[in-house]
């Protein structure tokens, strides 16, 4: 493909496939259209990109996907490295997480507390742990700022609610840990607090106010990273899926449909839209986990006086399967909470009825309220819990940042950054253990995992609905 291509704003061909499955289908599909989100519909145009592959190509450094990872691999690959990266995508572009999430930045990057890093990796470790997290959340508002992103982003800290009286306990002991062992100013608040500085969550039973927390609009973010992806040189190429990387002497060889790139580097930022095809180094490395999301349509003036919302700020109850949530600036409330085991239920209206039922709860005055938007999306879940940014062989110039759990918005803008310097071959800058090991590995045993993960969404919601 000549790189002076003129820039374009491919089409999709195809219907977007609501059923899915990362476990079952070999790629995401090819030039699919976007999940039906309330933020696609509010995003505006898709962002120019160049085009699909058409031929073979040799390029210097290859990212697969463009959702916030990628696109920041390619921004920094450019900015720090002096590369133009050709970022491959098999839909259009932030196809995946990156539009279909909460829109909630948290000072986080899997789904491990800080006291379960002392426990796994001792207190030095956790503490190197936790200034990555906060450098990364200074990066993510860095490029907010630097590049003028206009994602509708709100700062207001971030509020974790206790659903039962019996977590406050341990809300309060991991309050302190946060601010004992980490400098970290969390606050302890009561419910009354809660109402009369969050939000009037009628299942709140106290809770912890974290400093630290950005709402943007999603796919906005992701539309404006792409912008300067493409501003700084990046190459951004829908409709071009990677069915499968090939080493071939010294180099990657990724297999699209249009062609053949090959690459001296390959960064996969695929998160839980990776194929289990895709290379042997991230086959069943993931566990992909289904996230409902929903928005309201506008609500009225006395509904959101029911509401009570003092703040746009992101919040989290503490149900295992939790419940996250915001009222947004336009009026309307976005909340969204795990869902289907498969792609085959993840259209079944038991699981929009989940979140119809917990907006009744928390907030009575909307109950029955119409939606005007719901869709869902897989999170990359890593079987350990905690994300990688790795070279998993030191003999392949293949690198991957996953894992992320659910927690990426913010954390992979900083996830992008150390995988540029990994791809330049000048390490992560960090020998933390979330940089210097592969994802574990599950093999064949991971679809069958499934079969455990029903039983326990149903003992978790016993478990967290008792009094």
């Excluded at 291509?5 to 476990?23: F, I, K, Q, V």
């Excluded at 929903?294 to 746009?312: D, F, M, N, P």
Aim: hydrophobic share 40%; charged share 25%; aromatic share 8%.
């Amino acid at each position: 493909m000549n790189s002076s291509a003129p820039a374009s704003r491919t089409p999709s061909r195809m219907p977007y496939d609501p059923a899915y499955d990362p476990l079952v289908d070999t790629t995401p599909g090819r030039g699919a259209a976007y999940a039906p989100t309330y933020w696609i519909a509010t995003a505006g145009p898709p962002p120019e990109d160049d085009g699909p592959v058409v031929a073979d190509m040799d390029v210097d450094v290859v990212v697969i996907g463009s959702g916030y990872t990628g696109l920041s691999t390619a921004i920094h690959l450019a900015k720090d490295h002096g590369v133009r990266a050709h970022v491959l995508e098999a839909n259009g572009i932030a196809f995946g997480c990156s539009t279909r999430s909460g829109g909630q930045a948290q000072i986080n990057n899997g789904r491990l507390k800080r006291s379960q890093w002392i426990e796994r990796w001792g207190l030095d470790t956790a503490r190197a742990m936790h200034a990555e997290v906060m450098e990364g959340f200074e990066l993510f508002r860095a490029l907010i700022a630097e590049h003028d992103l206009k994602c509708d982003a709100i700062e207001g800290g971030h509020w974790y609610i206790a659903h039962r009286p019996w977590m406050m306990p341990k809300l309060e002991a991991e309050a302190r840990v946060m601010r004992d062992a980490f400098g970290y100013a969390t606050r302890i608040v009561t419910r009354q607090e809660i109402h009369d500085e969050a939000v009037r969550d009628m299942d709140a039973h106290g809770g912890v106010w974290e400093p630290d927390g950005v709402s943007v609009q999603p796919a906005k973010l992701a539309f404006e990273y792409a912008r300067v992806a493409r501003s700084l040189g990046a190459k951004l190429h829908p409709n071009s899926p990677v069915t499968r990387i090939e080493e071939r002497g010294g180099s990657l060889w990724c297999h699209t449909p249009g062609g053949i790139v090959r690459a001296r580097a390959v960064c996969v930022a695929t998160a839980g839209y990776t194929g289990r095809d895709l290379h042997g180094s991230t086959r069943d490395r993931l566990m992909p986990i289904l996230s409902n999301n929903c928005v309201t349509r506008q609500l009225t003036a006395e509904e959101i006086a029911s509401v009570g919302a003092k703040t746009h700020a992101p919040l989290t109850d503490t149900r295992t399967l939790r419940f996250y949530y915001r009222m947004l600036p336009e009026g309307r409330l976005q909340i969204g909470s795990r869902s289907a085991i498969t792609g085959r239920d993840a259209a079944a209206p038991r699981h929009e009825k989940l979140l119809h039922d917990a907006i009744a709860r928390k907030f009575p005055g909307l109950a029955g309220v119409a939606l005007d938007h719901s869709w869902w999306g897989w999170v990359d879940v890593s079987h350990d819990m905690v994300p990688r940014i790795t070279r998993p062989d030191p003999k392949t110039p293949l690198f991957y940042a996953l894992g992320y759990g659910g927690n990426g918005v913010m954390y992979a803008a900083q996830a992008g950054r150390r995988m540029a310097r990994m791809a330049m071959g000048k390490g992560a800058g960090s020998a933390l253990p979330i940089f210097t090991g592969e994802l574990p590995h599950e093999g064949w045993r991971t679809p069958f995992r499934r079969l455990g993960q029903a039983w326990l969404y149903r003992w978790y919601h016993l478990r967290d609905e008792r009094p």
